[in-house]
Structures are given as C-alpha cells and as structure tokens.
C-alpha cells in the first residue's frame, strides 16, 4: 500500500501562484511515476503532468509552461508549482503513483482561482 498526502491548495487571485505538494509513504518501489492530475467543475479527471523516477517528464499541453513538476526521490515528493494561475484552473488536484500493476491516488487538495 501507497499512502499519498497532499497539501498547498487554496485560494490564488488570477495571475498568482501556487505551490502544490504530495508525500508518499508505504511500499514505495522504483520505478515508479508521480503527478499531478485534476478535475474541474463538471469535467473528467484529467493528466496535469507527471514524472518518472528516471526524470522523464509529461505535461499537459494546457500547462503551456506554466507549470513545474518536480520530485524528490529521497523524499519520495513531488511538488507542483503553478505559476500565472487562471479561473480555469479551479479544481480539485490529485496526486497520483504509479509502477507496474498498481495506483495509488491521493484525497484530492481544491485549488481555487479568482477572477
């Protein structure tokens, strides 16, 4: 079992900036890959990016450069920071692990932008 404990969300005007962070604990095994997924308002759940535990990184293409994902092997975190925030960014934001034959999810941190 993976347990993944998020934290950072809140509430960010437009334009601002948000750190978001994710521990993992249990039977963390390499290799792996850790992210970031969310979902809006009435929408799926959606990729937000992601990183495996070799570096290889994934963002989606509304990231547009807005967005790090970083991680911390040693620590087993991963951190999102989300920099020029918009209004559609709103949602929940989950952290995600993943290796071979397992998921693990986080409980979600809301994430809230204003106008």
């Known amino acids: 079992q993976v347990q993944l404990v998020e934290s950072g969300g809140g509430l960010v005007q437009a334009g601002g900036s948000r750190r978001l962070s994710c521990v993992a604990s249990?039977?963390?095994?390499?290799?792996?890959?850790m992210g970031w997924y969310r979902q809006r308002p009435g929408k799926q759940r959606e990729l937000v990016a992601t990183?495996?535990?070799?570096?290889?990184?994934n963002y989606a293409d509304f990231v547009k450069g807005r967005f790090t994902n970083s991680r911390d092997n040693a620590k087993i975190t991963v951190v999102l920071q989300m920099n020029n925030v918009d209004p559609e960014d709103t949602a929940v934001y989950y952290c995600?692990?993943?290796?071979?034959?397992?998921?693990?999810w986080g409980q979600g941190t809301q994430v809230t932008v204003s106008s």
């Open positions: 990183l495996n535990s070799v570096g290889m990184i």
């Open positions: 995600n692990y993943r290796r071979a034959g397992y998921n693990a």
């Open positions: 249990g039977s963390v095994f390499s290799p792996n890959v």
